[in-house]
């Protein structure tokens, strides 16, 4: 039997090469993101993927929605919330729109899809959630204040969600990628070590949720690297951190 997944922000970067690697495993893939442009050309890649614009950030339209992908597939395997924004603030004057944007999309829209479209996978007993957050919540970096914050309240809500839902047939991956080449980064103005090709990302993302992992984290190197850093006393720390502002 074919498999379907639903995919938010897949009309760049790592949502959209999800959406055209699952495509080519034979899964039927429903794109979801606000760009209707950029879904339509996604969709001509693949007779497999279809698209639905929604804004996540709209709490009436994703309730909507649900109604949609039901109509759309036989049923839901796979849900991939990976839609996500990074906006950098300034401590001095602080934008508060930047912190409420920055939250609407990487956290309160993904609540949200959890609320609205769970249902869609209890109805087939046996499926999963994945949660795309960051590895950048577990060192402070300079001027991540509204984003590295978005993350670390998305990465313990997948935690805690996980748990509330044990038994109901549903299996929740935390994937925390580190740097992966996408419009997004391409805006960063600093050095991304061990920057990873999006199709590498979307492969890794892949193969650990076939695998039933609890937890993605990647590239290992930046991931131990940053659980090493967090070993050192608190105040070297906050030193360290320090220092690798620009």
């Known amino acids: 039997m074919q498999k379907c997944c639903v995919i938010t922000g897949a009309s760049s970067g790592l949502g959209r090469e999800l959406a055209l690697q699952y495509a080519a495993q034979g899964w039927q893939v429903v794109a979801i993101a606000r760009s209707m442009e950029r879904l339509a050309q996604l ?38 919330l990976n839609a996500g924004s990074c906006e950098y603030v300034e401590a001095d004057n602080f934008d508060l729109g930047a912190f409420e944007r920055t939250f609407a999309v990487n956290f309160f829209a993904v609540v949200a899809a959890v609320k609205f ?19 950048a919540w577990l060192f402070p970096f300079t001027r991540a204040e509204a984003y590295g914050a978005s993350k670390a309240a998305l990465s313990y809500f997948t935690d805690s969600l996980r748990l509330d839902l044990t038994g ?22 600093f050095a991304m070590p061990f920057l990873l ?21 990647f590239p290992l190197r930046l991931s131990l690297s940053l659980q090493l850093l967090n070993l050192l006393p608190y105040g070297f720390r906050q030193k360290l951190a320090a220092g690798l502002k620009p």
Do not use: Y
């Open 43 to 80: 969709c001509q890649q693949s007779p497999l993927i279809q698209s639905l614009v929604v804004d996540l950030t709209d709490e009436h339209a994703v309730a909507q929605s649900a109604v949609l992908i039901n109509a759309m597939l036989p049923s839901v395997d796979l849900i991939i």
């Open 197 to 217: 090709s999006v199709a590498d990302a979307a492969k890794r993302v892949r193969v650990a949720i076939a695998d039933g992992k609890l937890r993605c984290r």
């Open 117 to 135: 479209w769970l249902p869609l996978l209890k109805k087939t007993g046996k499926a999963q959630l994945a949660i795309v957050s960051s590895l």
């Open 168 to 189: 109901q047939g549903i299996q929740v991956c935390l994937i925390e990628p580190g740097f992966v080449d996408t419009p997004l980064t391409r805006k960063n103005d």
